[in-house]
Structures are given as C-alpha cells and as structure tokens.
C-alpha cells in the first residue's frame, strides 16, 4: 500500500506538470513563446516594477547569455522596453510594454481555473505533511 505521503507528493508532481504544461500552451495561443511568458511574468511581478537581466538569470535558472538573448527577442516583439540605468551605464531595466502586459493579462486570464485547481492541489499537499 503506496505511502499517503508519496501519494500526494506524486499526485502534486503529475499535477504540476500538466498544469506547466497548459500554462505553455496558452502563452502559445496568445502569440508569446512559454519561455517570454516567463520573462514577462518575472518583469510583471518585480517588487518595483523593473527587473535587470542579473535577476532574471537567478529566477529563471538560466544563463546570463539564455536571457539576453531572451529580453532581445522579447524587446523586438515590442513585449519589453529596456532603460540603461542612471546610476550603472551596464546595467539595463526592463519593464513591460503595453503590448507586453497585454499579452501576460491574456495568458493569465486563460489560466483562471487551472490556477484554482493547482491551490487546491497545494492546500492539499499541505494537508499531506510531506
């Protein structure tokens, strides 16, 4: 008889996988590559509103060379808009367009009820003391 605990945890794991996986999909439907989703989702959620590319290498567990190429596409997409940075010429701030936040409030509308259920999932898990 399987463990409740690894029961959930494989019941999360499965769980989490499909939900990545239509969360990539949507961002597809909507013009936008998963991994721009990301990018866009990371600039979006920035405590000031504008992230560097050093912070975007540490949360998206990417190469410094993955995400500038990354803001570039993205920049040319008309998605994000880069600010050099009036203390540090080296450094760049990025911050959403229009276009950008349009895009992202798309894919997360279309996510409204995968992310209801993906909490349920996690208040479960929870639950499951794993």
Do not use: W
């Not at 000031?48 to 040319?76: K, M, P, Y």
Request: proline share 2%; glycine share 6%; charged share 30%.
């Amino acid at each position: 008889m399987p463990d409740n605990r690894y029961r959930a945890a494989a019941q999360f794991r499965a769980e989490l996988r499909r939900f990545l996986r239509r969360s990539e999909d949507c961002a597809r439907r909507n013009g936008i590559t998963p991994r721009q989703h990301l990018l866009l989702l990371q600039i979006a959620g920035a405590d000031d509103g504008s992230t560097t590319v050093s912070q975007l290498v540490d949360v998206l567990a990417l190469t410094q060379s993955a995400v500038t190429e990354l803001v570039q596409r993205a920049e040319q997409a008309g998605l994000v808009n880069r600010v050099v940075s009036a203390t540090d010429g080296r450094v760049f701030h990025l911050t959403l367009t229009a276009e950008g936040r349009k895009r992202l409030a798309k894919v997360h509308e279309g996510l409204g009820p995968e992310r209801a259920h993906l909490r349920a999932l996690v208040d479960r898990l929870e639950d499951a003391e794993i």
